[in-house]
Structures are given as structure tokens and as C-alpha cells.
């Protein structure tokens, strides 16, 4: 394929349209329902090749998503493990040990709290389970109503895939809490609310522990109160509520994408992202307003180029994925991607010689010379694998 556009300032462009993929790798999601679009590959018939000495820089175009994935994704962030048990300790006479699935769907704060109290106290056969979204802090406020018990919220047990950020429990306010101390978050931390009883005076508490087994000596208290109302967060232990925690962007992701990108989620190595595309939303943090479609076109400016370390490509592919890189649903629709390549003459990497490479390539040079014209010959042969040597990795 000829390359006349490294001679010009044209780009070449390539449309994607996921319906034509060559090929489906996310498997089937669940029974009775069909493949993502999201993790594919396209076999090109016709290469892309890098002429010699030349390189290619790669960008974002255009694309364009439907925004008919969900706020609430299987796999992702739709579980919350609970149990009671005494009060005051960590799981003394334990029972209803439940872990909750969510079904899969769009909820603002106000819905999810609605079907997280239905759950509980479904479960639990009462009503002593209360919580509510408190739109002025934009925090949720909790309490549990049965004399002597506590009902804990396990985040350690479904850690990769329950939804506490999205209502109010962001391990970022739990280091702050915990006066910078991080440790305990690798392995999460639980959140608890008690009600206990003494002497005919009932207190309703707040806490959390970061530690596994039993007792009470691994419980930390931040908020108590005689009201037997949700409490609110006078300590600041709870983050605001983040809806929209797990889509508040997209991570387009491919194969040709290695040496440009770092990620901090993977200690700031290079990363095989593309781009990662924003999503807007109308309303506050306890809705889940979002726009139609996500875009991305020629007209919003920035764009962010790649340089690429190939010669040719024959395949590419394609993931869509949410932050912590799991594959995004967009039930069942297709998705478009344009994808811009600009031919560039590799730039040369100038390196000073030091004053030893100096004299060094001078006493070669002079003692070659002195040996004849295929000694000369051998001498550039030389220099150019040496020279070869110290180009820079960019």
C-alpha cells in the first residue's frame, strides 16, 4: 500500500463500526442474554505499514457510545454483604449473614436507599433498619433500631464488587479519618450501627472496624446519639454520595498502545489506554442524569497523539472499560471509532559525545586511515552500528 501521505501534512483515517468486527472476544455476559461489544478485534485486510525511517502518530478522531450501559453493573458494583449480631462485639451470636445482589438498572441515591431498606429489613422481618439521602450534605445518614444488635455492612467480603462509594463509604474519607493511616484499606474496612441499651437509656451508635475475628477491641466509635433518627456524619467519616462512581468515564483501550500512556492505577507504568472519554452529568451527586450518547469529534480540539512503535499493523483491538479496567455492557448496541494516523520522518536522536568518545573515535580514525581504504570502509561500518546503539527509546 502506497504511502504518499508521509510526503504530505494528509492523515490517514480508520472507521471502526463494532458491528463489523472481525471478531467477539467478551464471551457470552449471562444466560438469555447476547455478547458485549465492548472487547473486540478487527483484522485488516489491507496493513498498515510504516515506510523505513519513518513512524507513525496515532489519535482519536471521532467516536461515538451509546449511553445505554447502567450506573449498576453485574460484576462490578452491585453487591452488599450484611449480618447482625450482638451489640458491642464483632460477630458474637451472628445471624442473617446475606450478601445482596442489585439488580442490574440505572438508581439514583434515593431509589437505592429505598431498595436497601426494603432488603434489610425484609430479611430481618422488621423495621428497625432506617436510612435516608440527605440532599443539603449529600451524604446518606443510618441507624438500626434493634435494642442490642448492630447490623454490619462487610465491605471486606464483596470488596471487588460492592457499590460503597456510590452511597456515601470512600476508603479516600476512611484515610483521612484514620489520620492518614492507609494500611487497613488494602483489606477494606466494615461499617457498623449499633443500639444498645443500659440502665433504660438507648443509644444508637456509628462505627467501623478494620480488622477480621471477633470482640469489640477492633471496633472504632466516630458518632453516637440518643435520637432515634438516621444519624447524620458529624466527624466527616462518610464521603458524598457518588452515584455515578464506576461510569463517570470511559477507558478506550487496544493492542498498539503501550508506550504512551501511563496509569496510575497500575503504579504509573505505560498502559495500554487509548483515551479516556468523560462523562457529563446534569444533575447532582445523587442523581443519575446522564447524556444519550457520548462523543468525541474533530471540533472539540484537544487530541492527544501517540507515537507508536511499529512497522506494521494487520489487527487491531478493542476494549471499553470502566476504571478498575472491568469490560463495560452496553446491552447489546454497537459502537463507532475513527481512528487517525499521521506519517512522520523518525526524528534523530542527537547525543553528545563526551571528551573520551572524542579522542577515542580520533585514534581509531587515524590508525584506520593509516591502513588503507578498506580499513576506512570498515571504520563507517563501525561507527554507524555504534551510533545505532545509543538511539534514544521513544
Known amino acids: 500500500m502506497s504511502n504518499q501521505e508521509t510526503m504530505t501534512n494528509a492523515s ?5 463500526d463494532t458491528q463489523q468486527a472481525t ?6 455476559v449471562a444466560i438469555g442474554k447476547g455478547r458485549r461489544t465492548t ?32 450506573n449498576f453493573q453485574d460484576g462490578i458494583n452491585t453487591t452488599l454483604t450484611y449480618y447482625e449480631c450482638d451489640a458491642g462485639t ?5 445471624a442473617h449473614l446475606t450478601t445482596y445482589t442489585l439488580p442490574e438498572g440505572n ?14 429489613n425484609g430479611t430481618l422481618s422488621a423495621t428497625d433498619f432506617d436510612c435516608k439521602y440527605n440532599a443539603n450534605t449529600l451524604k446518606c445518614e443510618w441507624i438500626y433500631k434493634k435494642v442490642d444488635k448492630r447490623l454490619y455492612f ?4 464483596d470488596q471487588p464488587t460492592n457499590f460503597k462509594e456510590e452511597i456515601g463509604f470512600s476508603p479516600n474519607n476512611f484515610i483521612a479519618f484514620r489520620e492518614g493511616v492507609s494500611t487497613e484499606v488494602g483489606t477494606g474496612y466494615n461499617f457498623y450501627m449499633d443500639c444498645e441499651s443500659t440502665l433504660g437509656l438507648t443509644t444508637y451508635e456509628l462505627g467501623y472496624d478494620i480488622m477480621s475475628g471477633s470482640g469489640s477491641d477492633n471496633t472504632n466509635v466516630f458518632t453516637i446519639s440518643a435520637t432515634p433518627e438516621p444519624l447524620p456524619d458529624p466527624d466527616s467519616f462518610f464521603s458524598a454520595v457518588d452515584i455515578n462512581y464506576h461510569v463517570k468515564e470511559l477507558y478506550l483501550r487496544t493492542n498498539i498502545t503501550s508506550h504512551s500512556v501511563l496509569d496510575s492505577k497500575i503504579g504509573c507504568r505505560y498502559s495500554n489506554i487509548l483515551a ?10 445523587g442523581g443519575s442524569e446522564l447524556e444519550s450518547s457520548i462523543s468525541i469529534s474533530p471540533t472539540d480540539g484537544a487530541v492527544h497523539t501517540l507515537m507508536l512503535k511499529v512497522r506494521e499493523i494487520t489487527k487491531i483491538f478493542l476494549r471499553l472499560t470502566d476504571r478498575d479496567n472491568k469490560l463495560i455492557d452496553l446491552n447489546g448496541l454497537d459502537w463507532t471509532l475513527a481512528l487517525q494516523f499521521d506519517f512522520i520522518e523518525t526524528p534523530k536522536s542527537v547525543i553528545p559525545l563526551s571528551i573520551r568518545d572524542v579522542a577515542d573515535r580520533k585514534a581509531k580514525h587515524h590508525f ?3 591502513q588503507g581504504k578498506a580499513k576506512v570502509k570498515e571504520l563507517k561500518e563501525f561507527e554507524e552500528i555504534d551510533e545505532n546503539k545509543k538511539f534514544l527509546n521513544v
Open 12 to 16: 490517514r483515517v480508520l472507521y471502526l
Open 23 to 28: 471478531e467477539n472476544l467478551s464471551g457470552i
Open 39 to 70: 472487547d473486540i478485534t478487527f483484522q485488516l485486510e489491507e496493513s498498515i505499514v510504516v515506510p523505513p525511517h519513518h513512524t507513525i502518530l496515532l489519535s482519536v478522531h471521532s467516536c461515538n457510545i451509546p449511553h445505554s450501559f447502567y
Open 90 to 94: 464483632r460477630d458474637t451470636n451472628q
Open 107 to 120: 438508581y439514583d441515591i434515593t431509589t437505592l436507599l429505598g431498595l436497601i431498606k426494603a432488603e434489610i
Open 154 to 157: 462487610d465491605f471486606r467480603a
Open 276 to 285: 479516556r472519554i468523560p462523562i457529563t452529568n446534569d444533575g447532582d451527586g
Open 368 to 370: 584506520l586511515k593509516s
